[in-house]
Each structure stands twice: as structure tokens, then as C-alpha cells.
């Protein structure tokens, strides 16, 4: 009887860790500040969340550079150049999470951001909002974009990007 119990705790486990989500298409990852604002159009990502079993959670996550979108061709074409994000040598914006805990608003994901090819390690809060098999997360931050050497420090842009990052998701 004991082999039985633990196979079926090990099942349990098992089950709930792979129960992941799908990202649709319907995400917006969106930046501003006061010079300049827009989207990444294009992520990719692994998500296993259940909000009662965060120790099994995981959120990885990139984001095409080349698919920065400003609204305005040259604009964009600058923001992908070796001056800006660098998209040729530097495809992808990543994040991937090492833990996931719950806070008085909602969640936050600690882990490593990599931009430029640099990577630092940062506590990204969230919300999650599930409704049957489909839901929302939802983050907001800030990013230094000096801190990962996009952009010439003190030129007249600003420095710091607020990031709204909406996710809606599917379970697999």
C-alpha cells in the first residue's frame, strides 16, 4: 500500500508540474517613458504555474528584439541598430524565473533579465487571473536601459522604460 501512495503523490506531482500554459496571440508587451513608447510583437515562452503549488512554477520568456514596434519605421530601425538594442547581435530579451512567491498584491518572479548581452537579476511583480482553462498575467515594472548598456548613458532620452507586459494564456 505504501508503493501505491507514492506513486500516486508522485503522479500528483508530476501532473501538476507539466500543467503549463500556452501564450496567445493576443499579448501586448508594451514600453514607455516620456521620449519614446511601443511594443515587442513577438514572445516565446515556457509557463507552469499553479498559484497553490508555487515551488513547481516557472516563467521563461523571450522577446524578439527585431520585432520592436514605435509606430514609425526609421524610428524602429534605429531603436533595433548597434546603437540601441543591437538586434543583430543581440536577438533576444530573456527572462527566466528561479522562484516564484506570492505577495499582499499579487506574485512576483525573481530571476535573471538578459539585454545587450547583459544579464542581472531582477523581481518582476504580477498578477494572475484564471478563468477555466484560460487566464491573464499581468506585469508591471520598471527597466534602466542604461543599466544594460542600450543607448548612450546622458543623451536625451530617458533612462528608465516602464514595462506593462499583459499574457493571456491558455492551459495545454
Excluded: C
Excluded at 65 to 75: D, R
Excluded at 93 to 104: V, Y
Amino acid at each position: 500500500m505504501k508503493t501505491v501512495g507514492f506513486l500516486l503523490v508522485l503522479f500528483v506531482s508530476l501532473t501538476s508540474y507539466s500543467q503549463g500554459w500556452t501564450i496567445l496571440e493576443s499579448h501586448k508587451v508594451a514600453f514607455s517613458n516620456k521620449d519614446v513608447s511601443g511594443t515587442f510583437d513577438q514572445i516565446s515562452g515556457t509557463i507552469v504555474f499553479d498559484p497553490t503549488n508555487l515551488t513547481s512554477a516557472k516563467l521563461n520568456f523571450k522577446l524578439k528584439v527585431e520585432s520592436i514596434n514605435t509606430g514609425n519605421g526609421l524610428q524602429n530601425k534605429h531603436a533595433r541598430g548597434d546603437e540601441w538594442f543591437h538586434a543583430e547581435k543581440y536577438p533576444y530579451i530573456e527572462f527566466e524565473s528561479t522562484k516564484i512567491e506570492k505577495t499582499s498584491t499579487g506574485f512576483k518572479a525573481l530571476g535573471k533579465l538578459e539585454m545587450h548581452g547583459i544579464k542581472k537579476e531582477v523581481s518582476i511583480p504580477f498578477t494572475f487571473v484564471k478563468k477555466g482553462n484560460k487566464g491573464t498575467f499581468v506585469a508591471n515594472f520598471n527597466v534602466s536601459r542604461s543599466e544594460y548598456n542600450i543607448g548612450k548613458k546622458g543623451n536625451d532620452v530617458a533612462d528608465i522604460l516602464k514595462i506593462t507586459a499583459t499574457l493571456p494564456v491558455q492551459k495545454k
